[in-house]
């Protein structure tokens, strides 16, 4: 047996030892539940659900509502919206960036600029863009 227990096993020289707890579970297997009810029975029903393993959510106003999707830590500022939305459009249609630039005679580096905000998309590439990913050219402009 060796100094770190029974069930450590030696890779190489080197000792890994068994997970003592199960690692964070990916988000997409997290419900976020919300509930509509009598104030007097709200102790009562954060207990019930601390019982069954929920948690409350981290981020609340102060008069308890979730807060806005736009004044998330996971927005961007408006300016980068049109950025965002040409990343989401170009993997709905299942393209690489290689693929885009072939279809629209964009080089692919000014697509990846585009899709991180470090080059203005213009009116021009927005509707070969358009064109290429099925969307209005209006979305991929500078609100």
Do not use: C
């Amino acid at each position: 047996m060796s100094r770190y227990g029974k069930n450590a096993t030696a890779a190489y020289g080197l000792w890994r030892l068994p997970m003592r707890e199960p690692t964070a579970k990916h988000p997409t297997d997290v419900a976020v539940l919300t509930f509509v009810g009598p104030d007097a029975r709200v102790g009562q029903a954060r207990k019930a659900m601390r019982v069954l393993g929920f948690k409350e959510a981290e981020k609340r106003q102060a008069d308890g509502t979730a807060i806005p999707w736009r004044e998330s830590r996971h927005f961007k500022p408006a300016e980068q919206l049109p950025a965002m939305l040409l990343v989401g459009a170009r993997y709905r249609e299942g393209l690489t960036q290689t693929d885009l630039a072939e279809q629209t005679g964009i080089h692919r580096r000014h697509i990846s600029e585009m899709e991180n905000g470090k080059r203005p998309i213009g009116k021009t590439n927005a509707r070969k863009l358009a064109e290429a990913l099925n969307i209005d050219p209006r979305r991929l402009l500078t609100i």
